[in-house]
């Protein structure tokens, strides 16, 4: 019996899921490499890529690809491999295989059929990012990469903006700056953020500071949308329940005495954390009133 309940598979494949280096080859850890050298098959995110990894430890590996796209059809054949008594490798292009990365349907219907899956543990970006990041690590909320849509990655980021834990994002560098700009406008410009750009690479960079303080490094740099994205984001602060309403409220009503709603819920929101979205509906209500 293996530790799911279920009766270990008795064909004697295994599955061993391999972290491999997020930039840096010297991050590949010597368990990794011996793993890799005595796999039968490596299944891969992309064949290509992982063939120049293989080629940097000096070895050559029968590969089959296991991305997003297809990954629920490689499983029978994965399946069929360890059937035969193979040692399967399982990759990603970078890091630690399933996060934010392919491979959980491989995982689960391996387990699910008895078969041993090992962790080759090692590099991850978003552990990287989180432990020079300075910020909260007892309670952090990997959310992976946000909607492409800006509908759909505000809305996300509404969902998560009274989340008091650190909040851990991927992002692509062609919406980079658009997250950024979404992530003051919902959180507040005074949100405290970490942002590592190209972690353990030769250009790797790491900008820091208020929300809107990072954003404008990013556009002042004429590197900063390049490469590849971890943000780190302070948590909320711990909710007092209504008084936090009503001082804001309180806030706006002031400030409205004297500014336009725009500017006063913008203010509430820098000085609040709360969402200028939302304060700005709220104003709005306060003004009618």
């Given at each position: 019996?293996?530790?799911?309940?279920?009766?270990?598979?008795?064909?004697?494949?295994?599955?061993?899921?391999?972290?491999?280096?997020?930039?840096?080859?010297?991050?590949?850890?010597?368990?990794?490499?011996?793993?890799?050298?005595?796999?039968?098959?490596?299944?891969?995110?992309?064949?290509?890529?992982?063939?120049?990894?293989?080629?940097?430890?000096?070895?050559?590996?029968?590969?089959?690809?296991?991305?997003?796209?297809?990954?629920r059809?490689?499983?029978?054949?994965?399946?069929?491999a360890?059937?035969?008594?193979?040692?399967?490798?399982?990759?990603?292009?970078?890091?630690?295989?399933?996060?934010?990365?392919?491979?959980?349907?491989?995982v689960?219907?391996?387990?699910?059929?008895?078969?041993?899956?090992?962790?080759?543990?090692?590099?991850?970006?978003?552990?990287?990012?989180?432990?020079?990041?300075?910020?909260?690590?007892?309670?952090?909320?990997?959310?992976?990469?946000?909607?492409?849509?800006?509908?759909?990655?505000?809305?996300?980021?509404?969902?998560?903006r009274?989340?008091?834990?650190?909040?851990?994002?991927?992002?692509s560098?062609?919406?980079?700056?658009?997250?950024?700009?979404?992530?003051?406008?919902?959180?507040?410009?005074?949100?405290?953020?970490?942002?590592?750009?190209?972690?353990?690479?030769?250009?790797?960079?790491?900008?820091?500071?208020?929300?809107?303080a990072?954003?404008?490094?990013?556009?002042?740099?004429?590197?900063?949308?390049?490469?590849?994205?971890?943000?780190?984001?302070?948590?909320?602060?711990?909710?007092?329940?209504?008084?936090?309403?009503?001082?804001?409220?309180?806030?706006?009503?002031?400030?409205?005495?004297?500014?336009?709603?725009?500017?006063?819920?913008?203010?509430?929101?820098?000085?609040?954390?709360?969402?200028?979205?939302?304060?700005?509906?709220?104003?709005?209500?306060?003004?009618?009133?």
């Amino acid at each position: 019996m293996n530790m799911t309940g279920s009766v270990t598979h008795l064909s004697g494949g295994r599955l061993s899921v391999v972290a491999t280096p997020i930039g840096n080859l010297a991050d590949l850890s010597d368990r990794s490499r011996s793993v890799l050298s005595a796999a039968d098959l490596v299944a891969a995110e992309d064949t290509r890529h992982s063939a120049r990894l293989l080629q940097y430890i000096g070895i050559t590996k029968p590969m089959v690809a296991l991305h997003d796209h297809n990954e629920r059809d490689r499983v029978s054949r994965i399946l069929a491999a360890l059937d035969e008594g193979l040692h399967v490798a399982l990759i990603s292009d970078a890091g630690t295989p399933l996060i934010s990365d392919p491979g959980y349907v491989v995982v689960r219907e391996a387990r699910k059929a008895g078969y041993p899956v090992t962790p080759i543990p090692g590099p991850c970006a978003l552990v990287a990012a989180l432990s020079v990041a300075g910020l909260p690590t007892d309670r952090f909320l990997f959310a992976g990469f946000l909607p492409a849509r800006r509908a759909g990655r505000r809305a996300a980021l509404a969902e998560l903006r009274t989340q008091e834990a650190t909040l851990v994002f991927y992002e692509s560098p062609h919406r980079i700056i658009d997250l950024m700009q979404d992530l003051a406008e919902e959180f507040g410009g005074e949100r405290e953020c970490v942002l590592g750009r190209e972690l353990t690479k030769a250009f790797e960079t790491f900008y820091s500071g208020t929300a809107t303080a990072v954003l404008e490094q990013l556009q002042a740099d004429s590197n900063g949308t390049r490469g590849e994205f971890v943000v780190v984001v302070r948590g909320s602060a711990p909710s007092e329940g209504e008084t936090v309403d009503l001082d804001a409220d309180r806030l706006l009503q002031l400030l409205l005495a004297e500014l336009p709603v725009k500017k006063a819920a913008k203010i509430v929101a820098e000085v609040s954390g709360l969402g200028k979205n939302e304060l700005y509906q709220r104003a709005l209500e306060l003004k009618q009133d």
